[in-house]
């Protein structure tokens, strides 16, 4: 506990300075890591908006920091949640606060400082043309970088913790700015992905369940096993929350109702179809 609480004091949460930035980064997520293994969860979540918001706020509203100089202290907040995303049971509320905490980040809006000698504002932008904090800047590169990495390593648990955090926020921001969320090239080159490239869409939806079922048929009895689980979640999800990813099955055409791979899609349009007239007639009311 002093540990981390001496590190989120330390006005760099990347410990010394003469530290090279990938030193630095492994540096801060071992301390995350270390951090989750004496159980500290509840430290780290609190350290997001104590911590890195303040000082990058702090840095780029009152010492005039520029964006570049601050990304690692956005990469290091990511981290965090990855960890705590993975690490926490997806079936308790503190799950789905996760899910609110990066809602309220978004919520926070444009980072601005005045601009010195003339009227008007800087907005905190990256060289990308992501706006703090209304894109999220490099949440979705960041957590596809960290599964894919760290995904042959992970237990079953964490791998469902983890699926289920990232599904959740996929169908928690639908409305979200395509800045935030470009598809990677697999995604952007498949056939649903062709359909929406970017953003949290059911395209992008529909595409991980269609990789899961893939990897479901590699016959690797482990990640049999995981991807089953998964699947099993975010079809779970889906009915549960009579997600938008239904209706654009429903509207995709006979060759996406034919793909073998989102047959669990089909099934549960054909339970759901009632409901699914039911809320049209009551929302063109």
């Not at 609190?46 to 918001?53: D, L, M, P």
Request: some cysteine; overall charge negative.
């Amino acid at each position: 506990m002093h540990d981390l609480r001496d590190s989120l004091i330390n006005p760099s949460p990347r410990g010394t300075p003469h530290f090279t930035t990938s030193e630095a980064c492994r540096v801060d997520q071992e301390s995350t890591r270390e951090s989750i293994a004496r159980g500290e969860l509840k430290d780290i979540r609190a350290a997001v908006f104590s911590n890195r918001i303040w000082i990058i706020t702090s840095r780029y509203c009152e010492v005039g920091n520029g964006v570049d100089s601050l990304e690692e202290y956005i990469h290091s907040m990511w981290y965090m949640y990855y960890q705590l995303g993975r690490n926490i049971s997806h079936e308790t509320p503190d799950h789905e606060g996760l899910i609110l905490d990066i809602v309220r980040i978004q919520g926070i809006g444009p980072l601005t400082r005045l601009v010195q000698g003339n009227y008007g504002v800087d907005i905190a932008r990256t060289a990308e043309g992501s706006t703090l904090w209304n894109d999220l800047p490099f949440l979705v590169t960041d957590m596809t970088d960290f599964w894919n990495s760290d995904f042959p390593t992970m237990s079953g648990t964490h791998r469902l913790n983890l699926a289920t955090f990232l599904v959740k926020l996929a169908l928690t921001r639908g409305d979200c700015p395509s800045t935030i969320s470009q598809g990677g090239t697999k995604f952007i080159e498949s056939e649903l992905g062709q359909r929406s490239p970017t953003g949290f869409s059911p395209w992008r939806y529909m595409y991980w369940l269609k990789r899961l079922h893939e990897i479901q048929e590699a016959k690797e009895e482990l990640l049999e096993v995981y991807a089953t689980d998964a699947i099993d979640c975010m079809v779970g999800i889906v009915e549960e929350r009579n997600s938008e990813v239904l209706r654009a099955y429903q509207n995709g055409g006979d060759a996406l109702h034919q793909e073998k791979n989102l047959r669990c899609l089909k099934d549960l349009l054909k339970r759901n179809l009632p409901r699914m007239k039911s809320r049209m007639i009551a929302e063109n009311k």
